[in-house]
């Protein structure tokens, strides 16, 4: 039998029961607490692993790149030269940059219809065969020529020329934005127009107002910069502007100080005088050749008209000779109006007087005398300027041009 002491009373039976609820939920508990963590340290593993994956991926583009370049600069030098032929699928005759001929292979898999003669190609240094089809390219000088942006020079900043900017309107604005006028009179537009007149009197500020007030292509030059040393290259020259104006129409070229190139030619002549020549007869080809130059219009300005080859100033290639004078009375009014508008002057200063002071100044001059006069203010800590600051200037800007020339004035040393 059993005891009483030996029974199991129902308190106890609960008291037990709960005990092992609690540690079996304490247990869920803990196995729920390494179970979150095991997954986040394995979620941060795979992290790691993919940065790490993305950063040996990077490092190995990196390096496939350098060893890239290594090789690239490994490489020997390509020769660059012109296709002249294609015999047959395997053959071509090309000339390299030094002049030479050559009976050379081609690489197959070049697309045929880029290999045409005049093509610029990639030769391989050793066996001259053709590498690659490269694309046509202008000299930098002749790209660095195009004008990007617009000068803020325009016509109202030029004063006494309106004869001249209406006659440079004429020839040049006019044919570009009205072609149909000259058609319907059967007549050809002008094709270019040249400026003469002294330094200083506005050749260049009056191409500037041309550039500003239109929307063609503006190409600028000085024609200094045609005149090369070696042979031909100038006259390359000449045709890649005139092809770079073609593609770029309507256009207009400007070509600053064309005495440079254009000067009369002569029986006895140096190497390089004749290069010059050479340059010359490739402008004046191209003025009035076979290619026409309907959308492309040129201007040029010189201070030595006395010294341009007949050739270049004929009908048909300048076909209007726009001459800038000395600025006369009223001229010169016009100028120095401009050149003071912002300026504070005192009551006693009179522009009638200043005017009669200046003649046979140009407008170079008349804008150098207003900067002088304020320079004059400006040193004496002046709020206006004086009649005594415009006689000090002219005086400044006299002694100037009785000086030889590229010495300094005397006031810039003061």
């Known amino acids: 039998m059993v005891s009483d002491t030996d029974a199991i009373s129902p308190k106890d039976d609960d008291q037990s029961s709960h005990k092992v609820g609690t540690i079996a939920e304490r247990t869920i508990t803990n196995l729920e607490d390494k179970f979150e963590e095991l997954r986040l340290q394995t979620q941060q593993l795979l992290s790691d692993r993919i940065d790490l994956e993305n950063r040996v991926a990077k490092q190995k583009s990196k390096i496939s790149r350098l060893s890239e370049e290594v090789r690239l600069m490994r490489m020997p030098p390509h020769v660059i030269g012109n296709i002249q032929d294609i015999l047959d699928k395997e053959r071509a005759v ?15 898999g070049i697309d045929e219809t880029l290999l045409k003669p005049g093509a610029r190609v990639a030769l391989n240094q050793d066996t001259l065969s053709i590498i690659d089809v490269l694309n046509d390219a202008w000299d930098p000088l002749v790209m660095g020529a195009e004008m990007i942006e617009k000068p803020e020079t325009s016509f109202s900043d030029l004063g006494g020329l309106e004869e001249q900017i209406s006659l440079i309107k004429e020839s040049i604005e006019l044919p570009l934005t009205n072609p149909q006028a000259f058609t319907k009179f059967g007549i050809e537009p ?13 050749k260049t500020m009056l191409a500037k107002a041309v550039a500003n007030s239109t929307d063609c292509t503006f190409i600028r030059l000085v024609a200094s910069e045609l005149a090369q040393k070696y042979i031909g290259e100038g006259g390359r020259m000449v045709r890649e502007l005139f092809d770079l104006a073609r593609e770029r129409s309507p256009s207009i070229v400007f070509i600053d100080e064309i005495d440079a190139i254009g000067a009369k030619r002569l029986d006895s002549a140096t190497s390089g005088d004749r290069e010059v020549q050479r340059t010359l007869m490739q402008l004046l080809a191209e003025l009035d050749g076979f290619d026409s130059l309907a959308d492309v219009k040129l201007i040029a300005a010189t201070n030595r008209p006395d ?15 726009i001459e800038i004078p000395l600025p006369k009375e009223e001229a010169r009014l016009a100028i120095l109006d401009i050149h003071m508008k912002d300026m504070p002057i005192t009551k006693g200063v009179s522009m009638n007087n200043i005017v009669t002071a200046t003649e046979g100044l140009s407008g ?4 150098a005398l207003v900067v002088e006069a304020g320079m004059c203010a400006i040193r004496k800590n002046k709020n206006k300027a004086t009649k005594a600051d415009f006689t000090a200037a002219l005086e400044t800007i006299l002694k100037k041009r009785t000086e030889k020339k590229g010495e300094a004035p005397n006031s810039l040393w003061s």
């Open 364 to 367: 170079a001059e008349l804008k």
């Open 307 to 321: 010294i341009l080859d007949e050739a270049l100033l004929r009908p048909g290639r300048f076909d209007r000779v």
């Open 94 to 108: 090309v000339r390299s940059s030094n002049g030479t001929v050559f009976l050379v292979t081609y690489n197959q």
């Open 190 to 202: 002008p094709g270019g127009v040249i400026l003469v007149g002294p330094p200083g009197c506005g």
